[in-house]
């Protein structure tokens, strides 16, 4: 895929790496999107919205920040997966508040 932009090698090396390292994003993402679709479609919008905005600014632009500071251009390519993975410790806190906690305080 980088072919098509730029044939330079250090580029295309630089890109491997990065992809790799991005792709640890996607493993996240997808239950951070199912938790916040699951609150908008129970009426709950305002942690629907909470966790849609952490997610894609706030622990983003947090990380994009800090980690390239301590870690070099390694730190941008960690940054999206690192701002998923604080999401999803944030959804689960949700899920298990608004979800599982309540459910058992019926039966105990």
């Known amino acids: 895929m980088v072919s098509v932009f730029t044939k330079d090698p250090q580029t295309f090396e630089l890109a491997s790496t990065g992809f790799r390292i991005f792709a640890i ?7 951070n999107i199912v938790s916040s679709g699951i609150f908008t479609a129970l009426s ?4 629907s919205a ?4 952490l997610r894609t ?3 983003l632009v947090i990380c994009l920040v800090t980690f390239p500071y301590f ?3 390694t730190g941008v390519w960690l940054a999206v997966p690192a701002a998923e993975f604080l999401t999803l410790i944030l959804s689960a806190r949700m899920n ?3 979800f599982i ?5 019926k039966y105990f």
Do not use: D, E, M
């Open 71 to 73: 870690l070099g251009i």
């Open 44 to 47: 709950n919008g305002k942690i």
């Open 96 to 98: 298990w508040h608004y």
């Open 25 to 31: 994003n996607f493993l996240f993402s997808g239950i």
């Open 101 to 105: 906690r309540k459910t058992t305080q």
């Open 50 to 53: 909470i966790l849609s905005f």
């Open 57 to 59: 600014l706030f622990f």
